[in-house]
């Protein structure tokens, strides 16, 4: 993809206080249609997408099978909960010209278990993993932070159904161990604590938090031996004292749900001695647009963001600093076409001007690999590449495959 033919927004001046949300705006990933409402650019909706595709990579590998599920949802469906109320005014509700009392879906516990009810009949079906990736709309008295609290934002919300307390625990587990995958594989650190079921319900949670400044729960951390967890004046782990407290952001949810709606909106199966009993379920959510803000969180520096080799908008960049002279442009459009022909998704920064802007715009934007094609070192058939992270530079000769293997010797 050519710069010049790619909406990249760079702006230089943001006065946000959270730094996801700063940078989201600066690098041009998000724009702001109204508090908490959200515009996803090209880069960043690059980002989500690769975040989504990890997460179903995941998914699928335990069996799960994906729906989607209408965010548009009858309120009936959440009287026979109660949760109607337990959300109150959270929910975004209204009546269409029907009269019909509708909701957007702030989750999808009572559609999914209506679901369940009018397909599953038998033990015989069982077990079984419904998962979709979806956006939940939430009337949040303060939105803040850009992705991190927003009034629409994207979820993967998973459920499980279960003959047995015995098959619960083990999906229970399956997803335990997705999660930490799936969070490793976006480059983002989390620490796995029992939580409280909050007005999700159920007999058991787990959460999943990443350390980050501008996050709204409270970590305590080791510095000894690197333990997070919630409460207490030691560490739990080596009895070290004192301990640091660290901001950090709730990216999964996990929960052992039971019975708890699968009784209340009948949602019942035959088992092997024909008796009809209520589906045992379990609740799996990971806020994928807020992965987005943890993983700027944890990734950047004073030049703006470093992504993570695998959920990066594109695998490296090409920048050339002559664009007026003919051979230093044509040398930095070869190396481009060569290296998607190497199989890299590459942004070609083609715009004439400063090579201070393009540098600025690069190194803000957080590609992980920049390749620098310039007057002096293409005369000789060769380029300097700039890994983001650190800032190594290393000078290579100029052709497709010869860089893609140096990239990835540097991955």
């Known amino acids: 993809m050519r710069f010049s033919k790619y909406l990249i927004p760079t702006l230089r001046e943001v006065k946000e206080e959270s730094i996801s949300f700063n940078l989201s705006l600066k690098a041009g990933l998000i724009s702001s249609l109204a508090s908490g409402i959200y515009t996803y650019l090209p880069l960043g909706l690059k980002v989500l997408r690769k975040i989504e595709n990890i997460i179903r990579k995941h998914m699928n590998l335990r069996g ?87 009034c629409e934002f994207v979820m993967k919300d ?6 047995t307390g015995e098959g619960l625990d083990h999906n229970y587990e399956l997803i335990l161990s997705a999660y930490k995958e799936i969070f490793k594989e976006c480059g ?55 301990v640091e407290e660290k901001k950090a952001l709730e990216l999964g949810h996990i929960f ?18 024909s008796r009809r009993l209520p589906l045992i379920m379990g609740c799996y959510g990971i806020g994928v647009s807020r992965i987005i803000s943890a993983v700027i969180e944890q990734n950047y520096d004073k ?37 998607k022909e190497a199989g890299l998704d590459v942004l070609f920064d083609d715009r004439p001007g400063y090579s201070g802007v393009k540098f600025k715009d690069s190194y803000l934007i957080g590609i992980p690999f920049l390749i ?40």
């Not at 052992?256 to 001695?273: C, E, P, Q």
Request: glycine share 10%.
């Open 188 to 242: 983002v650190d989390t620490a796995v604590l029992e939580a409280d079921t909050g007005f999700i319900g159920g007999s058991k949670s787990h959460e999943f938090l990443a350390p980050a400044d501008s996050g709204e729960d409270i970590l305590l951390y080791c510095g000894k031996c690197g333990s997070y967890f919630k409460d207490g004046k030691q560490c739990p782990k080596c009895s070290n004292r004192p």
């Open 158 to 163: 998973a459920y499980s159904f279960d003959s």
């Open 303 to 339: 030049d703006g963001i470093k992504w993570p080799v695998n959920i990066a908008p594109f695998d490296a960049e090409v920048i050339c600093l002559n664009t007026e002279d003919k051979d230093v442009f044509s040398f930095a459009e070869g190396i481009y076409s060569s290296l």
């Open 64 to 150: 799960a099978n994906e729906i989607l599920m209408p965010a548009l949802q009858p309120l009936e469906l959440w009287s026979k909960t109660g949760r109607d109320k337990l959300l109150g005014e959270v929910m975004i509700k209204f009546e269409d010209r029907r009269g019909r009392k509708l909701c957007l879906g702030p989750t999808h516990e009572e559609v999914v278990t209506d679901l369940a009810s009018k397909y599953i009949s038998s033990y015989k079906q069982l077990p079984l993993i419904l998962y979709q990736i979806q956006s939940k709309f939430r009337d949040e008295v303060r939105p803040k932070s850009g992705l991190i609290r927003g």
């Open 372 to 411: 620098v094609v310039g007057k002096k070192q293409s005369k000789k058939g060769k380029v300097e590449i700039i890994r983001r992270k650190d800032n190594l530079r290393v000078i290579t000769e100029g052709e497709g495959c010869g860089i893609r293997d140096k990239i990835d010797s540097l991955c």
């Open 256 to 273: 052992k749900l039971g019975v708890k709606y699968s009784g209340k909106l009948g949602a019942d199966f035959l088992d092997d001695k």
